[in-house]
């Protein structure tokens, strides 16, 4: 059984920057796709980025050039890197696992407050 941690999360002011690692264990595996996802306050859970085995990476348009995929195939681990925040960033912040193609992850981690002062 997969198991994915988060850390990293903390409050900071706008402008600064958080490093958010997710951490799998539970068995050697290859994820397909390793991605971070969000939940603002009172807002649903949004795709914020992806990366995938190949290193491939996909963004959405709100953290365009502010965040950083990057994924260690070897370690199993997953980061996200922020930088110029903005009070609008605060969520808690999600990364999951597609072992295979498929249309939702297989694994999700319990998730990191990210709080961002303005």
């Known amino acids: 059984q997969v198991q994915l941690v988060e850390s990293g999360g903390g409050l900071v002011q706008a402008g600064g920057s958080l490093r958010l690692t997710c951490a799998a264990s539970?068995?050697?595996?290859?994820?397909?796709?390793m991605e971070w996802f969000r939940q603002r306050p009172g807002k649903e859970r949004e795709f914020v980025a992806q990366?995938?085995?190949?290193?491939?990476?996909v963004y959405a348009d709100s953290v365009k050039g502010r965040f950083t995929i990057s994924g260690d195939n070897i370690k199993n681990s997953g980061y996200l890197q922020m930088n110029s925040l903005k009070p609008e960033d605060t969520a808690v912040y999600y990364c999951?696992?597609?072992?295979?193609?498929?249309?939702?992850?297989?694994?999700w981690g319990q998730g990191t407050q990210v709080t961002v002062s303005s």
């Open positions: 999951a696992v597609r072992l295979v193609p498929r249309p939702k992850p297989d694994y």
């Open positions: 990366i995938s085995r190949n290193g491939v990476t």
């Open positions: 539970g068995g050697t595996f290859s994820y397909y796709t």
